[in-house]
Structure formats: C-alpha cells, structure tokens
Nanobody, 124 residues
Framework: QVQLVESGGGSVQAGGSLRLSCAAS????????MGWFRQAPGKEREGVTAIWPGGGFTYYADSVKGRFTISRDSAKNTVYLQMNSLKPEDTAMYYC?????????????????WGQGTQVTVSS
C-alpha cells in the first residue's frame, strides 16, 4: 500500500522560508514524476514543481522559479520542497503526489497517489 506523508508546513511571514517533506512508503518507482501541488481556497489545484527521479530532471511553475527547489533523497525515499522568499500568494494546502504518468508534470489527473496535504500560510 502506497502512502505519502507530508510534513513541514506552517505559518511564516513574507520573505521567510519553509521546507516541506514527503515521505513515501510502499512506492519506489523512479520511472514516473513525483510532484508538489498546491490548492488555495476557491482555486484549482495547481502544479508547483516535479522531479523525474530516473533522470533527475526538475520542473517548476513560473510563479515559483528561483524561489522553490525540489529535491529527492532516494535512501530515505523522501522528496523535499525548499521554499524561500515566500509570498502571501504562496498560501495554500500543499500536496505531494507520486506516479505521475501524464503528458505534463503539472496535470493533477496524471498522478496516481496523493498525500493528505500540509498547510502553508504566509502573512504580509
């Protein structure tokens, strides 16, 4: 049984940093994307970043490029999201997703497994 457990969310002031973690159990397939998505109240879930473990390729939404970094520790089977220079518009529930097989890394429907989410709140 695949489980994705996110942690590391919290409340910070604008300009601050947070690091999210996604610990995966029952899943070690490196052939597909692992990604981070976020969803703010009243908005659709959007892709933030993804990594293709097989090749180490990373992908980012334009809104977070240069501020967020995705990384993976294969020994711990954990994916991280380092978020710097946070802005109030980054406030959302952040979700980890695995086994992304869609044509686009940012398409939520392309992922088979999801975590429960961790809240990130950035105040101005």
């Amino acid at each position: 049984q695949v489980q994705l457990v996110e942690s590391g969310g919290g409340s910070v002031q604008a300009g601050g940093s947070l690091r999210l973690s996604c610990a995966a159990s029952g899943y070690t397939d490196s052939r597909y994307y692992m990604g981070w998505f976020r969803q703010a109240p009243g908005k659709e879930r959007e892709g933030v970043t993804a990594i293709w473990p097989g090749g180490g390729f990373t992908y980012y939404a334009d809104s977070v490029k240069g501020r967020f970094t995705i990384s993976r520790d294969s020994a711990k089977n954990t994916v991280y999201l380092q978020m710097n220079s946070l802005k109030p518009e980054d406030t959302a529930m952040y979700y980890c997703a695995a086994r992304g097989r869609g044509s686009s890394w940012s398409e939520p429907t392309g992922y088979d497994y999801w975590g429960q989410g961790t809240q990130v709140t950035v105040s101005s």
